[in-house]
């Protein structure tokens, strides 16, 4: 098993000897598959967490085992301190109940961002109030605290609509003092893709790269080329890679990333499982 740049007690003190800083710089820690803690002055946002083994236990006497290939950075309910957390989807990786219910009784006023398509299905999941969920659509801005949120529709392998013409799949788009970052969730490059994106002045991306193969019988994401030419094509000014080195069947390394990466000249950064980065203005 992979084991995380940090995790536990190392890591919960990375986090709190930065949480002092009132600058306009921000943090970022990657918590394995699309997990992310954004830490700015003092506020902490948490991207699409799964910190659980829920998945490996479901699929265990399955012909599709989910079997972890690297530690768990963190238990979800010593992170006391988020003010907001995200779902872009379904997926269990994405809205994972036992992640997701210790972090509520850790955090007891932390904020769930969600597509508004999803209420219904989030809630009984998570065995929450239905109003509790902070819902965003696609082109839809919401503000939760000290982030703005904009919804950005995800092709997963579709961009799939509820009854209403709400998006089921979003990625979001987050504004926070000088900074702008995205989120894609999990997605393919669709038509509208691109054109969503144009134009946000986006300072750090972090994007699937796990890609899409039928045989694994899953939904697919953006391989590491395509990260690389969507974030070339819009202009994003740094990418961090995701959604690879978490389940045996489902995963890909960051060589064709960093290939690509190299070759065009745009700037990337690849992380372990718990590492942090920095921005500064």
């Known amino acids: 098993m992979i084991v995380p740049y940090q995790s536990d007690d190392a890591f919960l003190q990375d986090v709190a000897s930065r949480s002092d800083d009132r600058s306009e710089s921000f943090r970022a820690w990657w918590l394995g598959q699309s997990g992310f803690l954004i830490q700015w002055q003092g506020h902490h946002l948490l991207f699409d967490p799964y910190l659980s083994d829920s998945l ?18 963190m238990a979800p309910g010593r992170l006391d ?15 994972d109940a036992e992640t ?27 065995g929450c109030d239905p109003g509790r969920p902070v819902g965003v659509d696609d082109g839809e801005d919401i503000e939760v605290g000290a982030f703005r949120f904009r919804g950005v529709a995800a092709a997963h392998n579709e961009v799939e609509r509820d009854l209403d013409g709400r998006c089921r799949f979003l990625g979001y788009i987050v504004r926070f003092g000088p900074w702008t970052v995205y989120h894609s969730g999990d997605t393919l490059w669709h038509v509208d893709l691109a054109g969503r994106l144009a134009g946000q002045n986006i300072d750090l ?9 039928p045989e694994r019988r899953v939904a697919g994401n953006l391989d590491g080329a395509e990260a690389v030419n969507l974030a070339r094509k819009i202009g994003i000014e740094m990418v961090v890679p995701c959604h690879f080195e ?18 065009t000249g745009q700037s990337v950064r690849v992380l372990r499982s718990g590492e942090s980065l920095k921005l500064a203005s």
């Open 246 to 263: 978490m389940f045996g069947f489902n995963t890909e390394t960051p060589k064709l990333f960093l290939r690509t990466a190299e070759a």
């Open 81 to 95: 301190f988020i003010d907001v957390v995200t779902s872009s989807h379904n997926h269990t990786d994405h809205l």
């Open 205 to 213: 991306a972090f994007l699937p790269i796990n890609g899409n193969n």
């Open 100 to 126: 997701l219910k210790p972090l509520f009784k850790a955090n007891p006023d932390v904020r769930l961002v969600i597509p508004e398509a999803n209420r219904a299905f989030v809630s009984d999941r998570l």
């Open 56 to 73: 490996t236990r479901k699929y265990a006497a399955t012909d599709k085992p989910h079997v972890r290939l690297t530690g768990r950075v």
